[in-house]
């Protein structure tokens, strides 16, 4: 697999902040669809998010 080559399968992880929501929706446009329900924790700072994605097929 080349690095182009885009996994079928990621985690996008982050703050929960618009460059975090602006990642899932790129995502998103590229043909990746949303896999479960996202996590969130609390790191003592502020809210982390994981959201997983999987590509279409």
Known sequence: MSEETPLRYRVLTGPDDRAF???????????YRLHGSPS???NGDRVIVAQAVVLED
Request: proline share 0%.
């Open 40 to 42: 969130v924790t609390y």
């Open 21 to 31: 929501c602006a990642r899932v929706s790129e995502a998103l446009e590229s043909g």
